[in-house]
């Protein structure tokens, strides 16, 4: 019972960003391929076991708009629902407790960090893979040769982001004390950051062990060169 509740949750959670949150939202449904969907699935309850060779079968399109929706349903979804837990932390507790200044300043670092990593992916990394892509589809027209962009380099600095969130426990967790449980709006508001922590740790992995290894391979047949590119491990 308790699995099939958590199956559900997490089918909940992969499907939702595939639709736009509010009417009034920008964007159309993504379609997408059923069977990708149970791969991503089956990655989120496998832990280290999942197969990732099994994701590189799928075109790399797909891929790529799957880590676009989940982007947008970061920044218009998860990060607005955290940021609303903190304000309803701070209408009940206000300023008596002491651990809410350190959180929110925190939390609010963070979430600029986040937004850059993004858009740095969104305006350089995915234009330069959606370039690949079409030069791959139509190669015999004047399909524009994109510059070619250091993916050595994107992935030398590609940072993983998710470790950050664990100051967040950190930080709760040294304010909570043994006679004093933890108040329930805190016990949501660290929650959803863990939920959140095991998101992005699933969308480095995608990205990182999927994506990455399927651009090189497509550059390498437009550029001819071997990279030395070798694989972090994923941590998940
Ligand atoms: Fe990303
Ligand atoms: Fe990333």
């Keep these: 019972m308790l699995n099939e509740l958590m199956d559900t949750k997490v089918y909940q959670l992969v499907t939702e960003r595939l639709t736009p949150a509010s009417e009034g939202e920008q964007g159309q449904p993504i ?110 027209s004047n399909a524009k040769r994109p510059e070619k962009f250091d993916i050595q380099h994107f992935m030398d600095s590609h940072s993983p982001i998710e470790d950050e969130l664990q100051e967040v426990s950190t930080l709760i967790k040294r304010y909570s004390s043994a006679d004093e449980p933890m108040p329930l709006p805190y016990k949501i508001f660290l929650n959803q950051v863990e939920i959140f922590e095991i998101e992005l740790r699933k969308h480095a992995i995608i990205e990182d062990h999927v994506l990455v290894p399927m651009a090189l391979e497509l550059e390498k047949t437009f550029f001819g060169t071997s990279n030395t590119y070798s694989e972090r491990s994923p941590s998940q």
Excluded: C, W
């Excluded at 059923?34 to 699935?41: D, K």
């Excluded at 350190?102 to 670092?109: T, V």
């Design 31 to 140: 379609d997408m391929n059923p069977a990708l969907i149970e791969q991503i699935l089956d990655l989120y309850s496998k832990d280290e076991d999942y197969p990732i060779e099994k994701m590189r079968a799928f075109s790399m399109e797909e891929i790529l708009n799957y880590l676009q929706a989940t982007h947008r349903y970061y920044l218009t979804k998860k990060l607005p629902e955290i940021e609303q837990s903190l304000v309803h932390i701070f209408s009940k507790y206000g300023q008596s407790h002491q651990l809410l200044a350190s959180l929110a300043y925190f939390f609010n670092a963070y979430k600029e960090n986040l937004i850059a990593h993004i858009r740095m992916e969104e305006k350089e990394f995915f234009p330069y893979i959606r370039q690949l892509i079409a030069l791959s589809k139509d190669e015999a």
